[in-house]
């Protein structure tokens, strides 16, 4: 979706996907916009409530039923398990993607691995998918006049021109671009404590065995899988970045994460987002 910044401020139901590495502050300026107004639309809480539901559930019980107590609660019916997701809390979702590597470590085999991965890109186009339905449910019920879409970190990598489309044609696409003295700060994060990640298959193989060579491991079944997370998010977070900008140019507008950590209030969003795309189209 193109407009100029006179049409965005116009705009009566303004409709916003916000896309950036994570870190970039994206959560945090989708939290400026009063709840009362906005309607807040979360990727990963939409793939952690429907569509990876149920296997983040199997997982869980999988676990339960290794220690004996449980076990036998769960196998007699006397026990409910349900995992807590919410906006500030996805922990269920990254737990159930897991990291690579060495099982006595807390790693999962390759198999299983590309497996959760495979879930999760899927998972995630729907979520993309499912945003037009929910934007007009938002003020069909509910009554709410704007629409935030705080979409996930790797949403640039899924390969899926259609969801892209479907987000371009119902929402102005916002990138935040992370300025260059706050990359090697997200870097630092991320390698010292090291979180499951999305991976696009073709990137995941590359690298891989790039790590394996490097550090002379046999197979994935004996490396430490924090050790290949760490090694590897780097090189990720510089194979996404174009990727973003690519998205940006074609579908939408670029704002400078300097200028995001600035907003205090929605007028101060609309004025960055307006300026955003004025500057773009001269």
């Given at each position: ?99 690579l590597g060495d099982a006595n470590q807390g790693g999962l085999s390759l198999e299983e691995f590309k497996y959760r991965q495979n879930l999760h890109r899927h998972a995630e186009i729907d979520a993309m998918k499912d945003v037009p339905n929910f934007i007009h449910n938002a003020e069909d019920i509910y009554g709410y006049h704007h629409f ?135």
């Amino acid at each position: 979706m193109k407009m100029t910044a006179q049409e965005f401020i116009d705009w009566k139901s303004k409709r916003i996907t916000l896309l950036a590495m994570s870190g970039a502050g994206k959560t945090t300026l989708a939290d400026k916009l009063p709840k009362t107004k906005w309607y807040h639309y979360s990727g990963d809480y939409r793939i952690g409530t429907k569509y990876l539901k149920e296997p983040i559930l199997d997982n869980i019980k999988r676990q339960a039923m290794s220690v004996p107590y449980l076990r036998e609660l769960l196998r007699a019916d006397s026990l409910y398990i349900k995992s807590k997701i919410s906006f500030d809390n996805l922990t269920a979702v990254s737990s159930f993607l897991g990291k690579l590597g060495d099982a006595n470590q807390g790693g999962l085999s390759l198999e299983e691995f590309k497996y959760r991965q495979n879930l999760h890109r899927h998972a995630e186009i729907d979520a993309m998918k499912d945003v037009p339905n929910f934007i007009h449910n938002a003020e069909d019920i509910y009554g709410y006049h704007h629409f935030i879409n705080d979409a996930g970190g790797s949403v640039c990598e899924l390969d899926c021109p259609e969801a892209l489309d479907v987000l371009a044609q119902n929402t102005l696409i916002i990138y935040i671009k992370i300025p260059p003295e706050l990359e090697q700060t997200i870097i630092n994060r991320a390698k010292s404590d090291p979180k499951p990640l999305y991976y696009r298959e073709a990137f995941l193989d590359e690298k891989l065995a790039e790590f394996l060579w490097l550090k002379s491991y046999a197979s994935t079944d004996v490396m430490p899988p924090n050790e290949f997370v760490s090694w590897v998010f780097p090189e990720l977070f510089k194979s996404r970045l174009p990727r973003y900008e690519a998205i940006a140019e074609k579908y939408g507008y670029t704002i400078d994460g300097n200028d995001v950590a600035k907003v205090q209030t929605e007028d101060d969003f609309i004025r960055l987002i307006a300026d955003a795309l004025a500057q773009k189209n001269g």
